[in-house]
């Protein structure tokens, strides 16, 4: 069964993934009703995207508790797109502000009820981690640029190229070289040729 | 050749093919009690690192069945336990009865149990049917198995069609300054770790040794390919201290 996440996760991801399990099972056991929104789970498998973040955590509930882990074999049953500010504020605004349901949609749909549901300071235990996250964005920040630029040199590469050339036609292209190239080593066959025949002739006269 | 008179290493000493067996159970025997301790002070910690690495990486999910052979003291086994549920199973298996016993107390007690199962097994003889498990791991038990080759078919052999392979184990350092540290720790600090708190320096110099001796990325990924798996590959940890190999049966 194929991943559905091939790539390796990071420390960070690791990390994260680490803090949210410990999140959820904590918020689980001080639940005055002992977890009872979350009691239809079990075996159930969810894939969260923080699309921000660029990072997907895999949640299922077995007997033992929550589970959060970065890869997962096969697809999960429900999938749901959000992004870090939507859960930070899910405490105080009762919802995912920005959210996008795949798969089973009425078994995410519960699942973030169920969330909504139990008391969890989402901001309170992701603020160890506040300035990883920062570093985190800032690093896919610098990635994407560095990424965005070297883009914008070969693109400009292109289009200063294709000015030259067909424009200003000042620059062969690369077929005009190669045909250049090519007419050379004619010529230069036939030189040869006509060098060899010379000397053939002189060599009778 | 007489079977009697090959050898293998045994850190860096030769002894006869069957004496490895017997020394490495005298190894696991001696550290048994304080095996997590000292895993703990050795890695200062970074095991549990690598170790939840290679469960994420597992990719495991609810109702499938797992081998975690060289289980030792269950680490990998609880976590795999609480993952598959208890529509699942998890198998910790080791040739060592201390470790398995010390593995199954601790997660007794830790209230993990129910879809584990505890087995004393020789990993050259693995003793499942084929196509049992969905996902196997060996961490940091591969490099004290006798007949490495044989160990890995009989890992290939017990996995479900798709199934996966996880080797987590002491490797090559990639980085050569860090290779002199590591190599100045491990023969130099580490044995004497395992005397001031397991009072056995000799098995600690064992285990040092027996990194050197295991096969490196590369070689082992070839291991594992030529043991019949369909594709591998590996990922350093730490520039190589640990690496994962992976290995997939299609």
Known sequence: MPHTTPQTPGLFSLSLSKTVEFALNQALRLDEAQGAAFKDFEDKTFAVTFTDLGLTLYLFFTSYGVNVQNALQGEADARIE??????????ETGRLSRVTLHGDVPLAEALIDA??????DWEEHLSHYTGDLIAFKVGHATRSAMAATQAAKRQAGETLKEYLQFELEVLPTASQLQRFGDSVQRTQAAVDAIETRVQALLDRL | MNQSKKTIDFGFSEVPLEEKVKRVKGVFDSVAGKYDVMND????????????????????????????????TGDLTKAFAKRVGKSGRVVLADINESMVRVG????????????????????????????????????FGLRNVTNKDKALAELYRVLKPGGQLMVLEFSKVTQPLLAKAYDFYSFNILPKMGKLIADDEASYQYLAESIRM????DTLKQMMLDAGFDKADYL??????????RGWKY
């Open chain 1, 82 to 91: 959000t992004d870090l500010p939507s859960l930070l504020g899910l405490r």
């Open chain 1, 115 to 120: 969330l909504t549901s139990i008391e969890i």
């Open chain 2, 41 to 72: 002070v050795m890695s200062l910690g970074i095991h549990r690192l690598w170790k939840r690495h290679t469960i994420e990486l597992s990719g495991v999910r609810p109702g499938q069945t797992v081998l975690d052979l060289a289980g030792g």
């Open chain 2, 104 to 139: 199954r107390d601790r997660l007794i007690n830790e209230g993990i149990a129910g879809n584990v199962e505890y087995t004393i097994t020789n990993a050259e003889a693995l003793a499942f049917p084929d196509n049992t498990f969905d996902l196997a791991t060996i961490a």
């Open chain 2, 214 to 217: 295991h096969p490196d990325q």
């Open chain 2, 236 to 245: 350093n940890m730490n520039e190589g201290i640990v690496a994962l190999h």
